[in-house]
């Protein structure tokens, strides 16, 4: 019995060890620089206004899931065309229930760097449902 005992020990601890070892953990994808940026200008110009919960109104409608919508909202346009457009002529896109107030500079006021970062942000907001 007494050599048993550490055979034993020793087929514990390599279970143990080959158990917590597992399928690898596949890493974190690294967060695209264009929408990380996107994000910045969202906030800082347009969290004011717009939520990204669903059913939360600041001021404009929330934007959760806004790339989803964007894709059948204008026949004929694509999610991101749709979405450009609303952000540089939100007159000719005012959702029903709310008042034509959005700043119309925008197209002033953003860089084409800006712009391009703000697109790619807004199209990663799509509904989960």
């Not at 939360?56 to 457009?85: C, D, F, H, M, N």
């Not at 007159?91 to 712009?115: A, R």
């Amino acid at each position: 019995m007494k050599n048993i005992f550490p055979t034993l020990i020793l087929l514990v601890v390599l279970s143990v060890t080959a158990c917590s070892m597992g399928a690898p953990v596949p890493p974190t994808p690294t967060p695209d620089p264009l929408v990380v940026q996107g994000q910045q200008v969202f906030n800082a110009r347009c969290a004011t206004c717009h939520a990204l919960v669903p059913d939360t109104i600041i001021i404009g409608p929330s934007l959760a899931g806004v790339a989803t919508r964007a894709e059948t909202r204008v026949k004929g346009q694509t999610a991101e065309e749709y979405l450009q457009l609303s952000v540089l002529r939100p007159g000719d896109y005012v959702v029903e229930g709310f008042t034509d107030i959005m700043i119309t500079n925008f197209s002033k006021e953003l860089t084409n760097e800006d712009m391009n970062a703000l697109m790619a942000f807004l199209l990663t907001l799509k509904s989960h449902s």
